[in-house]
């Protein structure tokens, strides 16, 4: 404030106010914008930083007509560069179909000719499936926070029809997984859609050896490069080793009996039957106890 009352009694002629001070009152209301003692500073310091980051699009004449058409609320064409909000919307829209439909089977048309941003408007496009696969692989993390914010029966339904043109065309017809961006991110929920829709794909060692993965409790999380023996507590490991004798012993790989998931599940068995022959006593006390006496150390006492 100070400075800004210097510089108009120096410079009252001057309407315009230099760079340097704006910066200053903007670095001013970042700092006290939390400042919640004062609600009306709050609310002025708010007011500045939002005049500063956001976009102009509302003129009410041109800055320079030769330099492009500009946007407007208003519906009266003064000037002949204007164009109205709605057909300036229109027009983006127009361009963006064009965009998408001339390169229906270019898979690098989507990386190259949209951005992120784009991303909620392109997926309710009627899509090839060479875009949705360019999509898949190029926007895995976008994709999956959409998933999470939406219902995901569509965005699943790409990876099946993925998964199967994926199949169609390997030399020994043979399931494949983790091959896009997007597979290590989904849930293990949206893993099970895909198992119950797809079964074959428990044909796939990559596919059962990540949906074991997301069977892990996910306060194991906090333990990763630990010991699994000496630091992680008993609770947590004999949960996890629940859930993979429960999925060992489920009729999914039991149905398939093929060498892969024979291995998978020969091994599960004999680990658990390990740990609990080396955990018995401990494992009583814990389950009589419901996890009471489990001190997080790991040890049995």
Known sequence: AKAVKKWKNSFSSSDRTPERIKKLIFRNAARNVMNGADAELQRKCVQTIEDRVSPRINFSKPADESRGVYA???????????????????????????????NARNANALQNGFKRSALKWIVKQQL?????????????????????????????GWILSDLEEQKSHANNNYERWGFRSVHGMLTLRQMDVIKAKRKEILQCSSFITAYLQRLMPLAIVAYKN???????????????????????????????????????????????????????????????NGGANDDGDGDDD
């Open 72 to 102: 407007s609320h208003e519906k009266t064409a003064n000037y002949k560069s204007f164009i109205s909000e709605a057909d300036l919307n229109a027009k983006f829209d127009a361009e963006m179909d064009k965009t998408l439909k001339s």
């Open 128 to 156: 090839t499936l060479t875009q949705k696969q360019a999509l898949l692989d190029s926007f895995g993390a976008d994709l999956a926070m959409l998933m999470s914010e939406r219902d995901d029966d569509m965005f699943l």
């Open 226 to 288: 630990r010991n699994w023996s000496d630091d992680i507590p008993l609770s947590l490991r004999w949960t996890y080793m629940q859930k993979l004798y429960e999925c060992a012993t489920s009729t999914d790989l039991l149905s398939i009996g093929n060498e892969t998931s024979n291995s998978i599940r020969a091994y599960i068995y004999f680990e658990y039957l390990r740990f609990v022959e080396e955990h018995y006593y401990a494992l009583n006390k814990l389950n009589n």
